[in-house]
């Protein structure tokens, strides 16, 4: 590929995304914020966009196999990334609940898929998600709709384990959250280094767990390790 193609696809990535992103960026540093922003996702163009970018592969768009790939594309983005058009409050949808119960609370081996935002290639794995109640629980399903929606983001995985113990402890106002993510990342397996056995564990603790070593090796007792993608 000449350099010139090189540079006619970067800009035509670039076109991609910020036509897929058609909001105020001060709304979604790293997609702290739970606010809904104002939002239009343009299927057409984001598939001429597509087109572009397989032309300047050098591919033959109109081969049967590619008539329909670009918006086949533009429709699969558009639904990785819908946790942009997602309101924590929305997901939770008052599943919050009066409970006497004080004791660990813990949702294992909730899968995930998430679009790595810097080669937007996918890394995929486990949530591993425990809280200390304080008089409210959350309803179980919950816990996997709210990793769904920051998961549906262009993400980084330590930033996506964060935003998803802070989801929680916002809207239960625990004593304590913990978060464990395991996960194989495409970036690493399919490109650059090449290793294809490699799994990333990040971890986000809040209230007790920062600071109250039996409860926090409690949770990391109970919680299995992630088995490489391919063995």
């Known amino acids: 590929m000449t ?23 001060t709304m979604c540093q790293h997609c702290d914020s739970h ?3 104002a939002f239009s996702f343009d299927v057409e163009a984001t598939a001429q966009n597509y087109a572009n970018i397989i032309s300047a592969s050098g591919e033959n768009l109109s081969r049967e196999g590619l008539l329909d790939t670009p918006m086949r594309a533009a429709k ?89 113990a802070q989801a929680i402890h916002e809207l239960t106002n625990c004593r304590g959250v913990a978060v464990v993510m395991d996960a194989s990342h495409m970036c ?18 809040l209230g007790v767990y920062e600071t109250d070593n039996q409860a926090r090796n409690e949770f990391l007792s109970t919680i299995p390790k992630r088995v490489p993608a391919f063995g």
């Open 3 to 25: 350099k010139h193609t090189n540079h006619l696809a970067n800009l035509v990535f670039f076109a991609i995304i910020s036509r897929l992103f058609l909001f105020d960026n």
């Open 35 to 37: 606010a809904t922003p």
């Open 76 to 164: 699969a983005f558009r639904d990785l990334t819908a946790g942009y058009h997602q309101d924590l409050h929305t997901v939770a949808n008052n599943a919050i609940f009066a409970s006497d119960n004080a004791d660990l609370v813990l949702v294992q081996n909730i899968e995930f898929y998430s679009l790595c935002e810097h080669h937007i290639l996918p890394f995929f794995g486990v949530a591993h998600i425990g809280y200390l109640p304080n008089g409210k629980v959350l309803g179980l399903s919950k816990l996997a709709r709210i990793v769904d929606m920051y998961a549906k983001r262009l993400q980084i995985q330590e930033n996506l384990t964060k935003q998803v």
């Open 188 to 205: 690493m397996m399919m490109r650059g280094v090449g290793k294809q056995q490699s799994t990333t564990r990040t971890t986000c603790m």
